[in-house]
């Protein structure tokens, strides 16, 4: 059987329970469209558990018979939010205590996991740098250093962290060093900062990109 578990909403603006007429309440359910406070929902004797450590939260969640997501609403995103986990205060301190004993060991596992996605993106970025100088032998070498770290920098969704990116697929790698020369070596940014429209000032500079690519083609 799939389980649904409660949810809890911190409110943005006061309220007060439809039942016992407390408020104004700090967490809150809705029930057909009525607001109750967590007493009256039979959840009052639940802890409060913040985001953060997931070991910890998947430990208390697992060891309580009863837990209710606590979400509150981001008015910039227009989306809930997740804010932790109410959770049975006896599975909490048992999470606790096992999170204790073994957290040399899950810090250990963490440091190697931290040291395999380095020497990941180091790899990454060194055979992106290395398909730039094959397209492009006559690119400096610090230049081609520079866009393949810049492509590929972690959690930059940029072209180098792609799928076709770490695939090395010719397009993907043209698009990177091609952005590259827009910026640095064309006067695109200071078009842009004087307002001229983006499709605009990319047709301005395209001769200038094409010259310095014709060359690095070259060698």
């Known amino acids: 059987m799939d389980l649904v578990a409660p ?7 006061r309220r007060r329970c439809a039942e016992c007429r407390r408020g104004p309440l700090e967490r809150m359910i809705v029930e057909f469209n009525r607001i109750v406070c967590l007493d ?3 959840l009052g004797h639940l802890v409060f558990l913040r985001r953060g450590d997931t070991a910890l939260t998947r430990r208390a969640r697992e060891g309580s018979a009863l837990w209710a997501v606590v979400v509150r609403h981001n ?3 227009t989306r809930y939010e997740r804010q932790g986990l109410l959770v049975e205060e006896a599975a909490l301190v048992r999470a606790e205590a096992a999170c204790l004993a073994d957290a040399e060991a899950r810090a250990r596992r963490r440091a190697r996991d931290t040291a395999r996605r380095a020497e990941r993106d180091v ?9 730039i100088l094959r397209l492009y032998p006559g690119c400096p070498a610090e230049r081609a250093s520079a866009i393949a770290a810049h492509a590929s920098a972690k959690g930059s969704g940029r072209v ?3 799928a076709a990116g770490r695939a090395l697929d010719r397009d993907a790698v043209r698009a990177a060093v091609r952005a590259a020369v827009r910026h640095v070596d064309t006067d695109y940014d200071t078009l842009l900062m004087t307002g001229l429209p983006r499709h605009q000032a990319r047709a301005s500079v395209a001769p200038a ?3 310095v690519l014709r060359s690095w083609r070259a060698g």
Do not use: H, K, W
């Open 209 to 211: 990109i094409e010259t």
């Open 123 to 131: 790899a990454i970025t060194a055979a992106l740098e290395a398909e």
């Open 7 to 13: 949810v809890v909403v911190e409110p943005l603006r």
């Open 40 to 42: 009256c929902a039979d």
């Open 75 to 77: 008015r910039r995103r």
């Open 160 to 162: 180098g962290r792609t």
